[in-house]
């Protein structure tokens, strides 16, 4: 069966369209534009952009041949032209109006499990669900709660891996007491594959849930046994505190991190009491437990790398942003006659390099509070890279003293250009 699974290329939808692939199906990935890839090889990438195609005319050519939809993209948070209502709302139900007049019967809506008040998110996912529910398709709205995988992690998922690898401490919020009923990836792939072979399962609500109901703390020790780090103690995080970092988060950063978490971190996340009872009446499957998952794949050094990693490299991206904008500062304050006479020997003006030195710390400003923003990431890190490239080697062919001096230009600013290009290649394309 060919089957158009949107937002392929996501935590859930990968796991989708490898499930999909393992029992013989021919996954179509349907992702933004800018990332038609090889991330599955030999599997075909069409470009689509959720936050745009909300018309049904811009799906039909999309559908030629396709005999089944899974729709999974979503977004944690709002950027820019990415909306909960074109992305949650406005996309999925054009692309659901399109199957109607393609004749594409079988829809599978991957949602999330919560309730209306839990935020946007939740709210703008269940009002795609109803949108669907008024069409005459064969749906089936699944409902996941918390969704990890033993063999990789991604967003809130991650941050979860990351408390669990913190040294000798793990701060929760409150004590840690929130109920979890988390769900493999893997099984929601499976999940997905049973559902297109019992067509007449459809018109229902599915919530998939794992079979145990977990504390917050103990699903992130779980994680922390199974990643082979010893014994930590946990710190009270107060709910006030936690929430003032989440809003933080929410407005200088784009991770996991955010309202949608917090609410999930303040209520827990469980199914209705028959949910896994109806998951097995209705397509015969018992999700795993996550103690079941642990046991069944060992953890790995990149694991571990992944796990105690996870919080430097924010570390390090406010860091260089507050070295940048100290940068400018200090390149404002500094007065004209010490400017100058940090630049013995130059052939320029003192009037010419005052007015360099003022553009420079500029731009260290600019580039400084644009990177504590998140504003386009990748491009913000390779202008500071080039800009940093360019003044040692400006400093080391103007004044060559400089390169035998262990607090010259070129030698200090090495590090730096080190963990600039480190965080470089670590940030993913949005």
Known sequence: MRV????????????????????????????????????????????????HDVRSEDWLHRLAGVEAVVNCAGILRERRADTYAAIHEQAPLALFRACLQAGVRRVIQVSALGHADDGEFI??????????????????????????????????????????????????PGRGGQPLQPIAAED???????????????????????????SLRDYVLAWRRWLGFGRAYTLAVPAPLARLACTLAEHLGNGPLGSTMARMLERGNVGTADATTRLRERLGLVPRSLRRALAETP???????????????????????????GSGVTGWLTPPADVVAAAPGSSLPAGSLLGLARITASADLLLGALCLLR???????????????????????????????????LLKNLPLIVVLAILLMTEERR
């Open 188 to 214: 929601i792939g499976t999940t997905v594959v049973a559902a297109l072979a019992r067509r007449q399962v459809t018109r229902e609500v599915l919530e998939l849930v794992g079979p145990d109901v977990l």
């Open 123 to 172: 709210a703008s996912k269940h009002r795609g669900d109803t949108a669907l529910m008024t069409l005459e398709l064969d749906w089936l709205v699944l409902r996941p709660s918390l969704v990890y995988s033993v063999r990789g992690s991604y967003g809130g998922s991650s941050l979860l891996r990351g408390l669990a690898g913190l040294p000798g401490l793990l701060p929760l």
């Open 375 to 409: 504003w386009r990431p990748r491009l913000v890190l390779g202008l500071m890279l080039a800009m940093l490239l360019g003044y040692t080697f400006a400093i080391g062919i103007a004044w060559p003293v400089h390169w035998l001096d262990p607090f010259g230009g």
């Open 4 to 51: 158009l699974v949107t937002g392929a290329y996501g935590f859930i939808g990968a796991h989708i369209v490898a499930a999909l692939t393992a029992a013989g199906h021919e996954a179509v990935c349907a992702v933004r534009g800018a990332r038609v890839d090889a991330r599955f090889p030999g599997l075909r990438a069409i470009a689509c952009d959720m936050a």
């Open 299 to 325: 953890s790995h050094v990149q694991d571990r790398w992944h796990a105690r990693l996870y919080f430097c490299l924010p570390l390090l991206r406010v860091s260089v942003a507050l070295l940048w904008i």
